[in-house]
């Protein structure tokens, strides 16, 4: 059973935007330090943002201020907003939790062009 979902993702310009939804199930979410990842082939999968039960944030060095982070505690979902995306970013990104981690759901791709 699909445990999270992530959607949002796609083909944009370098210094476009995106906005990345994942809703998981209650048991994920709830007093869950949730987070978003991003993993590009070859390479581990890294932690970009994360955002805590009482929405206290925190971001990879490599965001530089260009990505926000928030959570519907009422809803079971998480949404990353990214702004001047760079072709750096293009990766496939997923949503998990950061404390409890629950099996991987398939991801949502963002490929950003030069």
């Known amino acids: 059973q699909v445990q999270i979902v992530e959607s949002g993702g796609g083909l944009v310009p370098a210094g476009g935007s995106l906005t990345l939804t994942c809703k998981a199930f209650?048991?994920?979410?709830?007093?869950?330090?949730m987070g978003w990842y991003r993993q590009v082939p070859g390479k581990q999968r890294e932690l970009v943002a994360s955002?805590?039960?009482?929405?206290?944030?925190h971001f990879a060095d490599f965001v530089e201020g260009r990505f926000s982070i928030s959570r519907d505690n009422s809803k079971y979902t998480v949404v990353m907003q990214m702004d001047r995306l760079k072709p750096d970013d293009t990766a496939v990104y997923y949503c998990?939790?950061?404390?409890?981690?629950?099996?991987w759901g398939q991801g949502t791709q963002v490929t950003v062009s030069p």
């Open positions: 998990n939790g950061v404390d409890r981690v629950a099996d």
């Open positions: 209650r048991s994920i979410h709830m007093y869950n330090t």
């Open positions: 955002i805590t039960t009482y929405s206290n944030t």
